[in-house]
């Protein structure tokens, strides 16, 4: 017993260590809806490489404390550098699109990602294991399959908050933290997905906590489509409002 006790007390000690270590406690692990992101009065814009899959696409790997706060751009010497992760370029821009204007080639929201969030892992991940984490963790996760298993699709109908939730804790194995935003109509809608995950990046955990701002502050919230939303895929830098004209 006494053994046994000591061998727990160091394991404990051990997962003290390595995260006290790492800088930061956890990970929210955050996927965006398109749908959700281009329907607003704000609207969105396309990569020049095409418009994005109807897929959830990733905003980013956020280290974060147990107590609710977070570090936030750790290392000004330690810049995005394009060139460390040149063979991740293709699925980047397929599973962590950028849609905010202007989207150009997406290459500044991953900048952006790794200078405010992944600078403050970096003691665990360099740039090229940072995003090749994300981009693990994007295909481990399967979110609109977990949905669309549990009846839950893109096709603008509106959804219980506790079936969403019920839905994803199925396939990942943990509770999500969902946050909405408001279409250009002031209705509520799915917007993001946060998991809880280890300091290591590679283990899906319950949250240690949940983010302190608002969630959704209704119980039934709308699924907006992505196919056909807004008209068809420009090669140009184009705004599409939500009457699908577009604003250059
Ligand atoms: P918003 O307030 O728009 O949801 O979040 C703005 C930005 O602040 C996020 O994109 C993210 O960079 C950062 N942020 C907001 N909440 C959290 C949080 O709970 N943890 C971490 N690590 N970052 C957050
Ligand atoms: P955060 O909220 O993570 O601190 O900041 C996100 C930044 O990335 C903002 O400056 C935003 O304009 C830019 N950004 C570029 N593309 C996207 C996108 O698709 N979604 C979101 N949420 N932000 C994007």
New binding site residues.
């Given amino acids: 017993m006494r053994i046994t006790s000591s061998a727990f007390g160091i394991l404990l000690l051990l997962v003290f260590l390595s995260s006290a270590q790492a800088g930061y406690d956890f990970f929210?692990f955050v996927l965006q809806w398109p749908g959700s992101n281009c329907d607003t009065s704000s609207g969105c814009c396309y990569p020049s490489y095409g418009k994005p899959p109807s897929n959830f696409g990733i905003?980013?790997l956020?280290?974060?404390y147990n107590n609710?706060s977070?570090p936030a751009n750790c290392d000004p010497n330690n810049p995005f550098n394009i060139s460390q992760i040149q063979d991740l370029v293709t699925s980047l821009r397929t599973n962590w699109p950028s849609l905010a204007c202007p989207s150009i080639d997406s290459t500044s929201y991953w900048q952006h990602e790794w200078n405010?969030?992944g600078t403050c892992s970096e003691s665990v991940m360099n740039q090229h294991a940072y995003f090749q984490v994300n981009l693990n963790l994007k295909s481990r996760i399967k979110l609109l399959q977990y949905l669309q298993s549990a009846g839950i699709t893109p096709n603008n109908e509106f959804y219980s908050l506790t079936n969403i939730k019920t839905a994803i804790k199925a396939g990942v194995g943990h509770t999500p933290w969902i946050?909405c935003n408001k279409n250009a109509a002031g209705t509520y809608q799915l917007y993001q997905v946060y998991i809880c995950i280890d300091h290591s990046g590679t283990v899906l955990i319950d949250c240690p906590v949940y983010?302190t701002?608002g969630g959704c502050s209704t119980s039934s919230i709308q699924f907006p489509s992505f196919v056909g939303q807004h008209g068809k895929t420009s090669p140009l830098e184009t705004t599409f409002n939500e009457k699908g004209s577009i604003e250059k």
């Fill in positions: 929210y905003h980013g956020w280290p974060n609710s977070y405010k969030h946050q983010p701002r």
